[in-house]
């Protein structure tokens, strides 16, 4: 394969923009012990999908009205991405995250 060819996996795998809700607008300024510990397990999971190869990136983002998380995940289809969102520690933990996922149209990598 030439060095300007994508790999063959790349026809099959698309890109997914994850934006990661918290339960309150000043959530991580406000974490409890409790929620502190629930971030912990849920920075643990990304990092072992960032070993797999699933996840690109992941972090907070700095938006005035309320700091968001930002995945940005390469999966075969949106069920597979949302598989890996609904697996995350903060999104089975009932207080109130939650993700919405966008399909990116074209990427730049």
């Not at 099959?12 to 994850?18: G, L, M, P, Q, Y």
């Amino acid at each position: 394969m030439a060095s300007h060819e994508a790999p063959p996996e790349a026809a099959t795998t698309r890109i997914f923009h994850c934006r990661l809700i918290p339960p309150r607008p000043d959530f991580a300024f406000t974490m409890t012990d409790a929620e502190r510990e629930l971030m912990s397990r849920h920075a643990d999971y990304l990092r072992a999908k960032l070993r797999d190869g699933i996840m690109i990136l992941a972090g907070p983002v700095a938006d005035p009205a309320g700091p968001w998380g930002l995945l940005i995940l390469r999966a075969g289809s949106e069920a597979e991405a949302r598989a890996v969102t609904d697996g995350d520690p903060v999104a089975r933990s009932g207080r109130g995250f939650r993700y919405e996922i966008l399909p990116m149209i074209s990427t730049i990598m």
